[in-house]
């Protein structure tokens, strides 16, 4: 079946870039994406790629997909105090097109 | 537009007992669906629907039944609460399952 995995914990000092990784299991996947949750909130969409594309920038964000071993990076220049989130990367894919899987959530702190 | 919109925002229950968690979006979206979230382990899919009067089962259905009379409600049932359902529920919505979906602000449930 498929499964996204990712880092539990992420910790970066202000001002550094934070890499956050993710790898999946369906070579189908269609759809990748970067979600952020804030304290109390609910999943909002940062980013998304599609599967026949390499990278994305979107002005602090970097999103690189490696088709080839299944992995997903999002990369956040000049980390802010206000990054301090979860992070999850989900999927979507064609052997389970009405269903987005979600990783685990990578948590970010900021240090100063 | 409210967006998506979750009540209540706090639950507590004994178990046993049963309740409904209720979902509304005016975003004419079709696809529906509901997660909780534990620790740890990121978001689950429990069900899903994508469009009135359709809905299929997710990757943790048991203990929870939906319906989706309207295409903008769509409740979420406990029939038994069990304390293995604590946890914290979101609603989210989206044009079809690969769009960006738009998530409430979720509902935290304590059953003890």
């Known amino acids: 079946g498929e499964d996204v995995e990712q880092s539990l914990f992420l910790s970066v000092r202000e001002g550094d870039s934070s890499v956050i990784n993710c790898t999946y299991t369906?070579?189908?996947?269609?759809?990748l994406y970067w979600y952020k949750q804030e304290p109390g909130a609910g999943l909002q969409l940062l980013t998304y790629?599609?599967?026949?594309?390499d990278m994305k920038q979107d002005q602090r964000l970097t999103v690189l997909l490696n088709k080839k071993d299944k992995h997903l990076s999002l990369r956040i220049a000049d980390t802010q105090t206000g990054d301090s989130a979860i992070y999850f990367c989900?999927?979507?894919?064609?052997?389970?097109?009405?269903?987005?899987?979600f990783g685990s959530g990578t948590r970010l702190s900021i240090r100063p | 537009n409210a967006g998506v919109t979750q009540t209540p925002k706090f639950q507590v229950l004994k178990t046993g007992q049963s309740m409904t968690l209720q979902c509304a979006q005016d975003m004419n979206h079709e696809y529906m669906s509901w997660y909780r979230q534990d620790p740890g382990m990121g978001l689950r899919l429990i069900h899903y629907?994508?469009?009135?009067?359709?809905?299929d089962q997710g990757e943790v259905p048991n203990g929870y039944n939906v319906s989706r009379s309207t295409t903008e409600d769509f409740p979420l049932r406990l029939l038994l609460a069990a304390p293995s359902q604590t946890s914290v529920y979101f609603c989210?919505?989206?044009?079809?399952?690969?769009?960006?979906?738009?998530f409430g602000p979720g509902t935290r449930l304590t059953v003890l």
């Open positions: 369906d070579s189908s996947s269609t759809y």
């Open positions: 989210a919505s989206s044009y079809g399952a690969k769009d960006t979906q738009y």
């Open positions: 629907s994508v469009g009135a009067g359709i809905t």
């Open positions: 989900a999927e979507t894919a064609y052997s389970s097109a009405s269903k987005i899987i």
């Open positions: 790629i599609f599967s026949n594309m």
